[in-house]
């Protein structure tokens, strides 16, 4: 079959690289490209459970003020400040 495909940039880089290292042509590339890419997504896709991250109380905030970042952070590294 022939048909004619516009290319990105970044993939039509990275086949020329692939065909210069390979000293194959474009044709083998591509047509090897579209195998394994149509094959990964023909695949069943993992079905992960969704991640939970569970909450904590972590009480009142012990300053009265954290605008000031630089304080904050003396502050928490117990360092005498001003």
Do not use: H, Q, W, Y
């Amino acid at each position: 079959m022939r048909t004619t495909i516009t290319l990105d940039e970044d993939v039509a880089i990275v086949i020329e690289r692939l065909r210069r290292s390979r000293n194959e042509s474009l044709k083998d590339i591509i047509n090897e490209a579209l195998r394994e890419g149509l094959k990964r997504l023909g695949a069943p896709r993992d079905k992960r459970p969704p991640v939970r991250t569970r909450s904590v109380n972590l009480g009142r905030c012990l300053l009265d003020n954290v605008d000031d970042v630089a304080e904050v952070l003396a502050i928490a590294e117990s360092e005498s400040f001003r």
